[in-house]
Each structure stands twice: as C-alpha cells, then as structure tokens.
C-alpha cells in the first residue's frame, strides 16, 4: 500500500473540487426546497471562493 507524503495529502485536502461541489449541491438543495436565500447565499459563497484566488 502507498504512503501519503504530506505534499500529496495537502494537495488532496487543498484541492477546490470539494468546496466547490459542496457548494454546488448546497444550492441545487436550497433551490429544490425553495430556500432562496440560503440559494443565493452559496451562490455567492461559490464567487467568492471563485475571486479569491482560491481556485
């Protein structure tokens, strides 16, 4: 079994495909459940993590 240096452990936790898909189904939830603010709340959160440089 391989070890998991720690540069490969960061990267894997630093990766933005997590946040971002979280995110993502946050507002597809909201939306379903006609949450609109919480909607537009991770909507904006999906920018803001988009503007930061964090992506």
């Keep these: 079994m391989p ?3 720690a540069g490969r452990l960061r990267r894997g936790l630093t990766e933005p495909l997590l946040p971002v898909a ?3 189904l ?3 939830a909201s ?3 006609e949450a609109t603010v919480l909607c537009w709340a991770s909507v ?3 920018a803001g993590y988009a503007l930061s440089g964090s992506v």
């Design 3 to 5: 070890q998991l240096t």
């Design 22 to 24: 979280a995110l993502a």
């Design 26 to 28: 946050l507002a597809v």
């Design 31 to 33: 939306a379903a459940l």
């Design 44 to 46: 904006g959160a999906m």
